[in-house]
């Protein structure tokens, strides 16, 4: 396997790994949310708000003001999980998928 072959399909991968990686990290939020109040003094706690906060500023822009926030994270993962079928979608229906397996 080649560089060539093995960086080819960047221009979808990258994307989707970014909104997978953020999709995920919601989620852990999502979950870690029921432990921890959002005033939580917790180092890993402090980190997902971080990473996520400007995700959910997004998703709170255009969700209603009465939705609590653990919906709005729960809309936040909804929507990059859109966010990313959309990407395979587009890449598909331009024939730009990379081949399975990393083939060229």
């Known amino acids: 396997m080649g560089t060539t072959s093995l960086f080819s399909a960047w221009a979808f991968q990258l994307p989707n790994f970014v909104l997978a990686a953020l999709m995920y990290t919601l989620l852990g939020r999502f979950l870690l949310s029921f432990f921890f109040g959002p005033a939580s003094t917790n180092y890993i706690w402090r980190a997902f708000?971080?990473?996520t906060d400007p995700v959910l500023r997004v998703v709170a822009a255009i969700t209603p003001r009465a939705v609590p926030d653990v919906v709005i994270l729960a809309f936040g993962v909804l929507w990059l999980?859109?966010?990313r079928v959309a990407l395979f979608a587009a890449f598909a229906a331009a024939g730009a998928m990379p081949a399975p397996g990393g083939a060229a």
Do not use: H, I
């Open 49 to 51: 708000v971080r990473m």
């Open 81 to 83: 999980l859109v966010a």
